[in-house]
């Protein structure tokens, strides 16, 4: 098992320019969320899924958007890059009715 | 409503000297309470977990955590630090009821000293 894998490792981007955010995992979880981390904050979710077809907010949505059409996969999308978004992106995996998540190597993102 | 609070941003100990790291919990409910350890330049990596079992956990390379309900703390220790400690570790919490949704604490940087 791969496990969660996320590309790129690290991108540079423009203010306003778009992207997408990689994300997927070969253990079959349902549940899968996008969390983003920024110094002396710890990780905030952006967006959750609980299935294929399902997504929701988390604590600091504006600005991203996803999709989630198979159980593998789970792209973040940042439509208009701004300053504000540079961060580390983690995405994050678990079973439905289990507790432990299980978190990709992250994606290291700066908008100048 | 659930949060966590990382009562140290910082904590500097020397190779071989115990290790505290104190975190403080507030749930409506019974939790489940996870430590969280980040390398530099890494991802997450699950320390240990804390369900309604044992309120004593034992963790991976040595951690232990403490989950005393009457003090909502969830306390990370090691008796003996490591160089291969240095990281930053945090303290989370989740309940079933927020659809097992996690709340980060900021964070502990942890250095050891030679």
């Known amino acids: 098992n791969a496990g969660v894998t996320q590309t790129p490792k690290f991108q540079v981007l423009k203010t306003g320019q778009s992207m997408t955010l990689q994300c997927a995992q070969d253990m079959n979880h349902e549940y899968m969320s996008w969390y983003r981390q920024d110094p002396g904050m710890g990780l905030r979710l952006i967006h959750y899924s609980v299935g294929a077809g399902i997504t929701d907010q988390g604590e600091v949505p504006n600005g991203y958007n996803v999709s989630r059409s198979t159980t593998e996969d789970f792209p973040l999308r940042l439509l208009s890059a701004a300053p504000s978004q540079t961060s580390v992106y983690f995405c994050a995996s678990r079973a439905v009715h289990q507790e432990t998540q299980y978190f990709g190597p992250g994606t290291r993102l700066l908008v100048l | 409503a659930q949060s966590v609070t990382q009562l140290d941003s910082h904590v500097s100990v020397s190779e071989g000297t115990p290790v505290l790291l104190r975190c403080n919990y507030s749930?409506?409910?019974?939790?489940?309470l996870f430590w969280y350890v980040q390398h530099p330049n890494k991802g997450l990596q699950l320390l240990l977990k804390?369900?309604?079992?044992?309120?004593l956990v034992k963790g991976i390379n040595g951690f232990e955590a403490e989950f005393k309900k009457s003090e909502t703390s969830f306390h990370l220790t090691k008796p003996s630090a490591h160089m291969s400690d240095a990281a930053e570790y945090f303290c989370?919490?989740?309940?079933?009821?927020?659809?097992?949704?996690?709340?980060f604490g900021a964070g502990t940087t942890v250095t050891v000293r030679a």
């Open positions: 749930s409506s409910y019974s939790p489940s």
């Open positions: 989370v919490v989740s309940h079933r009821s927020n659809d097992y949704k996690l709340s």
């Open positions: 804390y369900t309604s079992a044992a309120t």
